[in-house]
Every structure is written in C-alpha cells, then in structure tokens.
C-alpha cells in the first residue's frame, strides 16, 4: 500500500505558483484529489517551456466543474465523474480527460485500527454515516464514540462515497459530528483523533490514517491501486481534468503531457493508478 503524507495547508482553498518569467500563465481549479498530480506536473512542464507558467488552486470537484462552466479557468480538475445537470450546462463545449483512477479509501484512526477495526462492510459503514452505530464497541473495536467525519457537498470524494454507501452521492450523512473540506484537513482529523472514521483517496493513507477492507467476510477488499486496477474494490473512481473544446494551444499541450509517459510517471508517484 503506498503512503504518502502531503504537508498540512492552513486553508482549503490555496494556489501553487511556478517561479519565473512566463509570457503565458494558465489557471488550473478544483479537486484536491487531482491537484497534486497537475502541481507536480505543471512545475516538470515549466521547466521544459519556461514560457508557460501554471498556478493551480483546490476547492473540490464541484469548483473545477463550476470553472468550467463559468469561464473562470483554463483547466478544470474533478475527481468524480460529470453529472447529468452539469453536462447540460457544459452544452457539449468541453472534453473531459481522465488521467487516472484511484480508490475512495475508508479510513479510521491508527488506535481504532489498533484495536480491532480492520475491515467494515458497505451496511455498517452506512449505518455509521447514518447515526444509526454510534460506538465502535459495536463493530469489535474499542469502547468509544465514533466521531464521523462527512465532506463538504462540493467535494468529489463525497460525491463517490456518498453514492457506493448511501445509495445516493447527495444523500444526508445524519451521523457526522464534522464536516471537512480538503484531503489535507480531512487526513489532520483523523490523525489527530483516537475515534474517527472518514473518507480519504488511496494516496493519503500514512501510519496515523489507516485504510481498511470494505466487504463482507472473507470477501472484503483493500483499498490499494491493485484492487482498483482489477476492478474488485468497491468504491473506486476516475480523476479527470477538463478542457474546453476551444483551449488555447497551451493548455491542451499540458493536458496533453498529463497523458503522456511523462505525466503517467507523476501520476504513479503520486500514488494513482495509469491510465496509460
């Protein structure tokens, strides 16, 4: 499994700046999920065509998908797909690229892990979520409240959770205690807790954020890349980016090295799955 711990960001919405002169700089909005993938990018790439320079800012899926639709930046970043209203909205004016594919990992603290939670299915992690199991004595783990920690509606990771575990990706978690907002105040929650449960992409899990199995019995699978690659982990997800249809040439050519050897190599050592 790999583990990558990504530096704690005092807000959830925040910029990348590439230094130098540009005569060209290009915008990137939404996912924080997507975000480190295009970051790293966008620093390799100005580096070959010092000309460009690329700022890139998280907010959630909900954002990059709004940009989008409202003009507001040059590449959007979703790590859900684009729902039925959106499209309408988008009217057939952009491309949306995946350039990855991650799992939505559960996650609990290192001392619920520790004492006994390794694995939940799909019904109990709805009943948590539901407020329907309140202590994780329940479900074999330590005596202690559960503190649940649901996402902000905007974020992709909601999105895809809600909808493998709630039947509905705008369904109402009655059980949270939190509402968090990007992958890093998410993953400092539930390292900072001795009792929460939370929803995390695969590349933020580390010694402090531990990922268990989802399934039933003998049948309950982790949430690695392997798993995702061969389609049994129940909660998995493509990451896209999204480019309208009349980019300037500069953007497409990032898109396009997104999506190259290249890129593909970020993307791996950013902890997601090729999708080439």
Do not use: C
Not at 80 to 106: P, S
Not at 138 to 164: C, M, N, W, Y
Not at 232 to 259: M, Q
């Amino acid at each position: 499994m790999r583990h990558i711990l990504y530096p704690i960001l005092a807000a959830a919405l925040f910029a990348v700046q590439i230094p130098g002169a540009s005569a060209i700089t290009l915008h990137a909005a939404g996912s924080t999920t997507v975000l480190p993938v295009v970051s790293t990018a966008a620093t390799v790439y100005h580096q070959q065509h010092p000309d460009v320079t690329i700022t890139v800012s998280g907010g959630g899926s909900g954002v990059g998908i709004a940009s989008m639709i409202q003009h507001t930046a040059d590449i959007g970043m979703a790590s859900r797909d684009v729902d039925e209203d959106e499209i309408a909205k988008l009217n057939g004016k952009i491309d949306v690229l995946t350039i990855a594919k991650d799992a939505v990992a559960v996650v609990v603290s290192k001392a619920v892990y520790i004492g006994g939670v390794h694995q939940l299915s799909l019904k109990q992690i709805a009943a948590i979520y539901r407020g329907k199991i309140k202590n994780w004595k329940a479900l074999g783990g330590p005596d202690a409240q559960i503190f649940v920690i649901d996402k902000e509606a905007s974020r992709g990771t909601r999105h895809v959770f809600a909808e493998a575990v709630l039947g509905n990706a705008h369904a109402r978690a009655a059980g949270a205690s939190v509402i968090s907002g990007s992958n890093n105040e998410e993953q400092a929650l539930v390292a900072h807790s001795n009792q929460a449960i939370g929803m995390l992409s695969n590349a933020w899990l580390n010694d402090a954020v531990r990922g268990i199995a989802v399934g039933e019995g003998d049948h309950a699978v982790l949430p690695d890349i392997r798993h995702v690659r061969d389609g049994s982990y129940p909660i998995s997800r493509s990451l896209h980016v999204l480019l309208p249809k009349n980019a300037s040439p500069e953007a497409r050519n990032f898109t396009d090295f997104l999506l190259s050897k290249q890129g593909q190599v970020i993307v791996k050592k950013s902890g997601y799955l090729r999708v080439r």
